[in-house]
């Protein structure tokens, strides 16, 4: 069973495996009226998580659930806290709507930031339409399954001095410190990415966002887990200095095959768990 449906901004594909995959930051679309606010439209989408969606192309064949937004997560971001609370408190990293990129540079021009009412419309619009999808997709994969993996999908760049020092691992794992899910799912996807030649972490600098946090109830049989795959592992990366004639890197097909590999045999492992979690309840 697989069934698409797909707004002007909003992408549902339902299927029938215990996996969910969710994509809230591959969006570049922006509305006319907050693009006229920015200073500049390349900044606007340097933090995109540029050709996600071409590198997970394969779930479908899966039968795993998508549910993702073309809207840029400058308008809004789908992988925060709605009441403004900071995933990583003391350190750096961007709002609900985000006013600077994750290098720091001023999104908006002087005295046209979003204000109190126009996060709240924005929240509306697009925040709370695209949660309502991702937990309508959990409610009903878990009629289906005794057990899921709802897996949020990431990249960023290699090298962010404001995010975090050095080169981040390719594989950066989240699961909350362990609350978002079973140990047991944690150590599936770990064991495929050391059987891999990229290098991985678990609970780095990313341990999951908004989605990791308030879906994850493994006790419900909800297993909620972050992929944040810094670029180089599937992109031409340029260096810590891009601009706009280089960035983002064109999509490679050939480049991303190593990388699409490993992701599938993540997302197989996904299954497995929940498959064999379902098994043990019965």
Same mark, same amino acid.
């Given at each position: 069973?697989?069934?698409?449906?797909?707004? +002007?901004?909003?992408? $549902?594909?339902?299927?029938?495996? #215990? &996996?969910?995959?969710?994509?809230?930051?591959? =969006?570049?679309?922006?509305?006319?009226?907050?693009?006229?606010?920015?200073?500049?439209?390349?900044?606007?989408?340097?933090?995109?998580?540029?050709?996600?969606?071409?590198?997970? +192309?394969?779930?479908?064949?899966?039968?795993?659930?998508? $549910?993702?937004?073309?809207? !840029?997560?400058?308008?809004?971001?789908?992988?925060?806290?709605?009441?403004?609370?900071?995933?990583?408190? =003391?350190?750096?990293?961007?709002? %609900?709507?985000?006013?600077?990129?994750?290098? =720091?540079?001023?999104?908006?021009?002087?005295?046209?930031?979003?204000?109190?009412?126009?996060? !709240?419309?924005?929240? *509306?619009?697009?925040?709370? #339409? /695209?949660?309502? +999808?991702?937990?309508?997709?959990?409610? *009903?994969?878990?009629? &289906?399954?005794?057990?899921?993996?709802?897996?949020?999908?990431?990249?960023? *760049?290699?090298?962010? #001095? *404001?995010?975090? =020092?050095? &080169?981040?691992?390719?594989?950066?794992?989240?699961?909350?410190?362990?609350? !978002?899910?079973?140990?047991? &799912?944690?150590?599936?996807?770990?064991?495929?990415?050391?059987?891999?030649?990229?290098?991985?972490?678990? @609970?780095?600098?990313?341990?999951?966002? /908004?989605?990791?946090?308030? /879906?994850?109830?493994? %006790?419900?049989?909800?297993?909620?887990?972050?992929?944040?795959?810094?670029?180089?592992? /599937?992109?031409?990366?340029?260096?810590?200095?891009?601009?706009?004639? @280089?960035?983002?890197?064109?999509?490679?097909?050939?480049?991303?095959?190593?990388?699409?590999? $490993?992701?599938?045999? $993540? %997302?197989?492992?996904?299954?497995?768990?929940?498959?064999?979690?379902?098994?043990?309840?019965?």
């Amino acid at each position: 069973m697989t069934d698409e449906v797909e707004g +002007a901004w909003l992408t $549902v594909h339902r299927a029938a495996a #215990p &996996l969910l995959l969710c994509m809230p930051h591959t =969006g570049t679309d922006i509305p006319p009226a907050i693009e006229a606010q920015l200073s500049s439209p390349w900044l606007a989408r340097k933090d995109t998580d540029w050709w996600i969606e071409r590198l997970y +192309a394969f779930a479908p064949a899966l039968r795993a659930s998508v $549910v993702r937004t073309a809207v !840029s997560r400058t308008v809004i971001d789908a992988n925060r806290d709605p009441s403004g609370t900071s995933l990583y408190p =003391g350190q750096a990293t961007t709002a %609900l709507c985000p006013t600077t990129t994750f290098d =720091g540079e001023a999104l908006y021009r002087a005295g046209s930031a979003p204000s109190a009412e126009q996060i !709240s419309a924005r929240r *509306r619009e697009f925040f709370e #339409p /695209y949660h309502a +999808a991702v937990r309508a997709e959990i409610a *009903r994969l878990r009629t &289906l399954h005794p057990a899921i993996v709802v897996y949020d999908c990431h990249s960023i *760049r290699s090298q962010i #001095p *404001r995010l975090f =020092g050095g &080169l981040l691992p390719i594989f950066n794992i989240g699961n909350f410190g362990g609350a !978002s899910c079973d140990a047991q &799912l944690t150590h599936a996807i770990e064991e495929v990415c050391a059987h891999s030649s990229f290098t991985r972490v678990i @609970n780095g600098r990313f341990q999951g966002g /908004y989605t990791t946090r308030c /879906y994850g109830r493994p %006790l419900d049989g909800v297993h909620a887990v972050q992929m944040e795959i810094a670029c180089r592992g /599937y992109l031409h990366e340029p260096g810590a200095e891009v601009d706009a004639a @280089n960035w983002p890197s064109p999509w490679d097909d050939a480049f991303a095959a190593p990388m699409r590999a $490993v992701l599938e045999r $993540v %997302l197989r492992a996904c299954i497995a768990f929940a498959s064999e979690a379902a098994a043990q309840k019965r």
